[in-house]
T-cell receptor, first 114, second 112 residues
Framework: NAGVMQNPRHLVRRRGQEARLRCSPM?????VYWYRQLPEEGLKFMVY????????ESGMPKERFSAEFPKEGPSILRIQQVVRGDSAAYFC????????????FGPGTRLLVL | QQPVQSPQAVILREGEDAVINCSSS?????VHWYRQKHGEAPVFLMI?????EQKGHEKISASFNEKKQQSSLYLTASQLSYSGTYFC?????????????FGKGTLLTVNP
């Protein structure tokens, strides 16, 4: 059973470009969570999605950031007009149900904004 | 509300024991423990749901106190492979469960 998959693993963008991060949850998991980790810090919740629905985006900046989890295909975290402060590791996690369940993390996408 | 982890860092010799604490000012729904090695994804260790619960393997175990405000992770007879940063992630009672709020982490270094 394949784990959570994320791509790309590393992404370099210049300021003002768009970054698109993809996450495929574990088989049978319909709940996806995105977290951001700055260097030497813990993980910060960004957004929680189920298929075709955003359940909680309270941790996501209101501007430039968006997320989706379509009926078919991976979940996508999109960052428009990236700035240097967006440089971080972005982790996706998935679980079969949302409450009191283990969240399994993917390998992350390390975004570097030049 | 972010849980408070202590200590921030600990250095052990192989075979020594360590305890990592995770505290909250409010009762929690659950506590999740993860270990992350540098540049890698967090790896799930265990989840605690019930007050007074203790679980784990022989050498890595955890407890959740009766009030469900504190959890401790116990590492006994440490091995070199235990090195990494340990995070507790908490789900709050009531409100929005499912959203994990992580502590700042405890950096564990095990030396030969």
């Amino acid at each position: 059973n394949a784990g959570v998959m994320q791509n790309p693993r590393h992404l370099v963008r210049r300021r003002g470009q768009e970054a698109r991060l993809r996450c495929s949850p574990m088989k049978g998991h319909s709940h996806v969570y995105w977290y951001r980790q700055l260097p030497e810090e813990g993980l910060k919740f960004m957004v929680y999605l189920q298929k075709e629905n955003i359940i909680d985006e309270s941790g996501m900046p209101k501007e430039r950031f968006s997320a989706e989890f379509p009926k078919e295909g991976p979940s996508i975290l999109r960052i428009q007009q990236v700035v240097r402060g967006d440089s971080a590791a972005y982790f996706c996690a998935s679980s079969p149900t949302p409450f009191g369940e283990t969240q399994y993390f993917g390998p992350g996408t390390r975004l570097l904004v030049l | 509300q972010q849980p408070v982890q202590s200590p921030q860092a600990v250095i052990l010799r192989e075979g020594e024991d360590a305890v990592i604490n995770c505290s909250s000012s409010k009762a929690l729904y659950s506590v999740h423990w993860y270990r992350q090695k540098h540049g890698e994804a967090p790896v799930f260790l265990m989840i605690l749901l019930k007050g007074g619960e203790q679980k784990g393997h022989e050498k890595i175990s955890a407890s959740f106190n009766e009030k469900k405000q504190q959890s401790s992770l116990y590492l006994t007879a440490s091995q070199l492979s235990y090195s990494g940063t340990y995070f507790c992630g908490t789900e709050n009672s009531g409100g929005s469960n499912y959203k994990l709020t992580f502590g700042k982490g405890t950096l564990l270094t095990v030396n030969p």
